[in-house]
């Protein structure tokens, strides 16, 4: 079923002369059946390839071959197959500077890419002698060349710009920058996109995938209003075919609402297996710090491994919020005894509390905006305002 | 990748000869040694010489290896430096200071030369880790012209993120068999525990504190920081501040980098908390939740902040309308509690991880 590598290079040749990124990109792939064509291994194709192509497409070509022979050893030498791709990235930003006005080959810059990264992966989880996360982050320096090429092609028209092809790699390299965890390298890209006139005009794949990253990017920087902001775009708009998507942007969105005073409907979680979610806000209404504490230790590595558990952990000042509140609503009365808030805190099994913590909770309740009012030390006592004591925290 | 044949030092002394000759015979021309390299602090008669840092330059040539010390022969130096020299009273300490940092950076330039292994390279550079934050707390009321914390906190950063990844690479490499040993435990706790506090408050270290194996998750020091970095997270400054004492000495000495800063927000959260024109805070409450020990150093701390105390200086009048919030944060200080941890302690022991006086 497989052709001889002529038959390939012709190939190659056609898409090009027709400018068919689409198939071009195809015969690039590592994803694609041919390279399983045993044909294609040549440790030296040089020659075969030169004498078809021209530069610097050849130079692709030859470095993708490289690299299917590579990942054809037995076992699959990942060290070298990625060098290769990275030579053959190199190459592509050649040819994208060659063809000026034209944007055809975006594809082709696409499928590089997404493979560079791959073999990274691979590399990274496969070989040894070098500190962890290097070779991801060399890769993300060769997309950085593309993209640099694409966001400098300022003169073409809207059709043919390169630029069109920034959010696809910037998707890409947030990826890689999560992975790494260096997020501070997410800004310069972030300001290139939002400075773009036509950013609205990304492919929608794209942008659900680009305001998710920027919406988690937020959350990291404590920008919660910003990063709902993203998420629930990346939420409403991935379509729902998508669900294990759909149910990865929840996992963020969810906490970041709850710390902003909204909980989330129970029928929502149960159709995206979060019930977690589910258990945490019920314990958040009650202002039960005890049972809160025990779910985020019994799902202490769900939450760590998807990186939540530093926001779940921000929650309990509104778990105290809405203990405290309680209080209130029992007694009735704009002067509340200290004594009280601490009695409230042992009713909900915290035994280890004391009289000057709960007096710094309060405290920082109030710093926070959380609670309206002024503590009397010398009576001990919290006294609230008259209106509006608790405000809610959507407004807060 | 290119591969260099990796050059693997020779030199059995803290100064290769080579270099100890130039270095004497310069001294007799203009540039003196180093007082610590005269004998007995005598003039002009060399005594022990060790190697001093020099910058890697496109000009010099690629380090033989008579040049370079044995692994071995590293470890002494450190053990030279952080015991024979740390211990040297004739000098004040920043002078023993700027010794033993310089030529404990040498070491580190040897490590990275001569490319060592996960394990060589953490023994070598948790001593420099626990002098550069001793030194910081040591040396922190010292003007600028004699003790620079910018650059030293620069270091002490370095060498963390270096022994940190060297741990990483360890609990990665499954075909390493040479398991740790208890005491190797120990001491990587301690470290952790030390790069947590020195981070006190970002997300990165938490983040890694969160996944770190659970040998380490799970000893008792690291698992006391933690908590103080968890709560510190969470905003519940009461725990930290009651946490802190507990922690043993250089923990400690790191963690009152950090103290000033913590105080302040306390006082700021105080501020809108007990803000009214007519009631106070009485001093005692405010001393023990600060982990001041003197009223008088409080009454100073207040002042600098803009904050009132009444005349018999029993009390604190918090009003939110005249704190001082863009005065800077007091310097860093020596304090009581942490000199007295300091006191019981035999330095070297604890600055070269031997026993950790814990």
Known sequence: MFGTVNNYLSGVLRSAEDYDGDNLGTFLSLRDVHVQNHNLYIAQPEKLVERMLKSPLDEVVIAHLKVLYYLAQEPPNYMEAYTQQAASCSAVVKLLQQLKDENWCLPLMYRVCLDLRYLAQACEKHCRGFTPGNILEKAADCMMACFRVCAADGRASEEETKRLGMMNLVNQLFKIYFRINKLHLCKPLIRAIENCTFKDSFPLPEQITYKYFVGRRAMFDSNYREAVEYLSYAFTHCPDRFSSNKRLILIYLVPVKMLLGYLPRKSLLERYDLLLFHDLALALKAGNVNQFDEIVRLHELVLIRSGIYLLVEKLKFIVYRNLFKKVFIIRQSHQLDMGDFLSALQFVGVTDVSIDETHCIVANLIYEGKVKGYISHAHNKLVISKQNPFPPLILA | ?358
């Open chain 2, 1 to 358: 990748m290119e591969i260099h044949a990796i050059v693997r030092g020779s030199c059995e002394r803290y100064c290769p000869d080579a270099e100890a000759k130039m270095q004497v015979k310069n001294s007799i021309l203009k540039k003196l040694l180093n007082y610590f390299e005269y004998k007995n602090g005598q003039k002009h008669v060399p005594g022990v010489l060790v190697k001093e840092f020099t910058r890697s330059a496109a000009d010099a040539k690629v380090p033989k290896a008579k040049d370079m010390r044995t692994e071995l022969c590293l470890n002494k130096t450190v053990e030279y430096l952080l015991k024979d020299i740390l211990l040297d009273v004739r000098k004040p300490f920043h002078w023993v200071y700027d010794f033993i940092f310089d030529r404990l950076r040498m070491v580190r330039r040897e490590i990275v030369i001569q490319q060592f292994q996960a394990r060589q390279t953490i023994k070598l550079l948790e001593p420099t880790i626990m002098f550069l934050a001793y030194s910081r707390y040591r040396l922190c009321t010292e003007p600028i012209e004699r003790f620079d914390p910018k650059i030293c906190n620069q270091h002490l950063q370095e060498c963390l993120n270096m022994t940190l990844c060297c741990y990483k690479e360890l609990d990665d490499d499954c075909s390493d068999h040479k398991a740790s040993t208890l005491q190797d435990v120990e001491r990587r706790c301690f470290i952790e525990s030390l790069y947590q506090l020195f981070n006190l408050g970002t997300p990165e270290a938490l983040v890694r504190g969160l996944t770190l194996p659970a040998k380490v998750r799970e000893n008792a020091i690291f698992s006391m920081t933690f908590d103080i970095c968890m709560n510190y997270h969470r905003g519940n400054l009461y725990r930290v501040l009651v946490g802190l004492p507990q922690l043993p000495h250089i923990l400690c000495a790191v963690a009152a980098y950090k103290l000033q800063m913590i105080r302040r927000q306390l006082l700021d959260i105080f501020t809108h908390a007990y803000n009214n024109k007519q009631l106070t805070v009485p001093t005692a409450y405010l001393l023990r939740l600060t982990l001041v020990e003197e009223p008088q150093v409080l009454t100073e701390m207040c002042g600098h902040y803009n904050i009132a105390v009444t005349a018999d200086r029993k009390a604190v009048h918090f009003n939110k309308t005249v704190v001082n919030s863009t005065v800077e944060t007091i310097k860093t200080q020596r304090e009581p509690f942490i000199e007295a941890k300091l006191q019981r302690i035999y330095l070297p022991e604890v600055l070269l991880l031997k026993k950790l006086w814990l």
